[in-house]
Nanobody
Framework: QVQLVESGGGLVQAGGSLRLSCVAS????????VGWYRQAPGKQRELVAA???????NYADSVKGRFTISRDNAKNTVYLQMNSLKPADTAVYSC?????????WGQGTQVTVSS
């Protein structure tokens, strides 16, 4: 069983920065890939960034060059550093770990970017 808890969201002005954290419970965190997703009101959930167990990363085109995903396996934590934020980045951000049996999701953290 894996539990995920996100934190770090909030209200920020356009051009500002936030760092989101996703802390996982349980063992063997280092073997999991982890993704950050977001969902804005009235829109479908989208993958923002992902990091593999080996540290490879990929990003949505809309955030490339502005967001950075990283992980600290000793802390069972994945981070999403978000710079140069835009109002279009406003959404609930959630982390997810896919496993063979099910996907594990956190409760999400709200990010609001004002213009």
């Amino acid at each position: 069983q894996v539990q995920l808890v996100e934190s770090g969201g909030g209200l920020v002005q356009a051009g500002g920065s936030l760092r989101l954290s996703c802390v996982a419970s349980g063992n063997f965190f280092s073997i999991y890939d982890v993704g950050w997703y977001r969902q804005a009101p009235g829109k479908q959930r989208e993958l923002v960034a992902a990091i593999t167990s080996g540290g490879s990363t990929n990003y949505a085109d809309s955030v490339k060059g502005r967001f950075t995903i990283s992980r600290d396996n000793a802390k069972n934590t994945v981070y999403l550093q978000m710079n140069s934020l835009k109002p279009a980045d406003t959404a609930v951000y959630s982390c997810m770990i896919p496993t063979r049996y099910r996907d594990y999701w956190g409760q999400g953290t709200q990010v609001t970017v004002s213009s």
